[in-house]
């Protein structure tokens, strides 16, 4: 951990002017830090800068700050650091990879880390799949899954399925496919008209069931909705649907109890591909590796990234069943590309060698299990919150939470940042997305730990104007 005495020293921009720059020594260079040149993501770019939060050092389940603070992390970085900060046994095999093999393409090319990866991940999906496509984020997975299941269905002689069906606040990522199939308005209303032939079943927020614990008991006819858009456009023009089983970015909304298995029945009764996107949900988040197996439906191919090298270094994967593959490689030439699509970090060696000490990690303390074993104590915690000022829901699935709160008249969202910035401040990192909370701590999270998460919300809620 470096002293906080040297974190002042070397990121002093916190006492200069705005906080907006800073200067450094590094390998002996003087090092000019200033905050202006960076147009970071999803970021009110003025307002950070005019009072930037920076971290310089993670261990545990804590971030350091610039001011040398300690700060509980109660989402795992951003969904992804499910074993916490700076495993030493992760941080090996990374700098160990550098040392060995920094570099290989996967285009025609290979590297032993690349096939054991796929090899595990198969071996810990539910029973029948059997490939892995490598990439480098959720966003380049999803955009993947996509074009996969376009291919697929023309491989098979169905070529007139090209409309991909998503869900009203699902997120899939970034790219073009994925904010097509989105149904977050925000993230789509730059940038114009997206991909064709796109629609959107209804999400399965019913205000009725505000501050159930799990799953609610109603909403499984919800699924019902994929059978109007059938007979809005023939099942004969219609690829693949994409949901979240759990819906993360939006707010956390959990699917109704029976409701991932309609989805299942509609499509097999159409001959619809079911994309489940496992970004957020996968590697221990709701308890089993993947959430389709904590609901018990098995979808065609699985989106997942983040945990699955506890955000160590970037890796993205797209499962599909037995006979996806198989399709589009029958009956082709010897020598032809079964699918013309790649990333040249597709199983990047480093990040294959964080995503096989990731699992060992996993495998060896226990971590999905003890997830599992946190969850009630989570629910407990979380839900004590009801009745503080300004809470309208709470929601909660595994290690999963989500506190909605009424919005400031004509400012939405103002309410939640002003909460995200109190807390920091209070030591505790929480994510906000407009006016609601998402929880999402590491695995590696303490019980006491999870307590205060819960009691700093509640104490500056508490004054929250």
């Given amino acids: 951990m470096i002293p906080a005495v040297l974190l002042f020293h070397h990121y002093v921009g916190r006492a200069i002017g705005k906080r907006t720059a800073g200067t450094y020594q590094r390998a002996g260079m003087k090092i000019i830090n200033d905050l202006s040149q960076f147009w970071m993501p999803f970021t009110a770019n003025r307002q950070f800068k005019a009072g930037p939060r920076l971290l310089v050092a993670a261990k545990g389940n804590y971030y350091t700050s610039h001011d040398g603070r300690q700060v509980l992390d109660g989402t795992a970085g951003l969904w992804c650091c499910n074993a916490g900060h700076g495993d030493p046994r992760i941080v090996k095999a990374i700098q160990d990879q550098a040392a060995t093999l920094d570099y290989a393409p996967s285009f025609q090319m290979g590297h032993p880390a690349a096939f054991e990866v796929a090899s595990r991940l198969t071996a810990m999906a539910p029973d029948g799949f059997d490939k892995v496509f490598f990439c480098s984020s959720g966003s380049e997975a999803v955009d993947s899954a996509l074009k996969i299941a376009l291919a697929y269905q023309r491989a098979i002689g169905q070529g007139s399925r090209t409309r991909l069906i998503g869900r009203e606040r699902g997120y899939h990522g970034v790219g073009f496919g994925g904010i097509s199939v989105g149904g977050i308005v925000g993230n789509r209303k730059q940038y114009g008209t997206l991909l064709a032939g796109v629609d959107h079943i209804r999400h399965t927020y019913d205000p009725a069931q505000a501050f159930t614990r799990g799953q609610p ?32 970015s939006t707010g956390v909304l959990i699917p109704p109890v029976g409701y991932l298995q309609r989805l ?71 020598g032809a590309i079964e699918l013309a699509h790649g990333y040249t970090y597709s199983a990047h060696p480093l990040a294959c060698a964080a995503a096989l000490a990731t699992l060992d990690v996993y495998r060896d303390d226990g971590l999905f299990e003890r997830a599992m074993g946190l969850e009630e104590h989570f629910e407990q915690a979380i839900h004590a919150l009801a009745g503080k000022p300004h809470v309208a829901d709470i929601r909660n699935f595994g290690l999963i939470g989500g506190i909605e709160l ?35 701590p590491p695995l590696t999270i303490e019980p006491g730990e999870i307590d205060r998460i819960m009691e700093t919300i509640g104490r500056e809620l508490e004054t929250l104007p």
């Fill in 264 to 334: 299942r029945e509609i499509c097999d009764k159409y001959g619809i591909l079911l994309i489940f996107d496992e970004v957020i949900t996968a590697f221990g988040r709701v308890g089993p590796a993947f959430a389709s197996e904590r609901f018990g439906v098995m979808p065609d191919i699985m989106t997942t990234a983040k945990g699955v090298t506890s955000g160590t270094v970037p890796l993205g994967a797209v499962l599909v069943r037995k006979g996806i593959f198989e399709a589009m490689s029958e009956g082709q030439p010897e």
């Fill in 217 to 248: 008991q109603d909403g499984a006819e919800l699924a019902n909705d994929l059978e109007r858009l059938v007979a809005l456009h023939d099942a004969s023009t219609i690829a693949a649907l994409i949901v979240e089983p759990v819906a993360g």
């Fill in 406 to 440: 009424t919005p400031r008249p004509g400012e939405p969202g103002k309410r939640g940042y002003e909460l995200f910035t109190r807390c920091y401040d209070a030591g505790v990192l929480i994510r906000v997305t407009g006016d609601i909370v998402a929880l999402s």
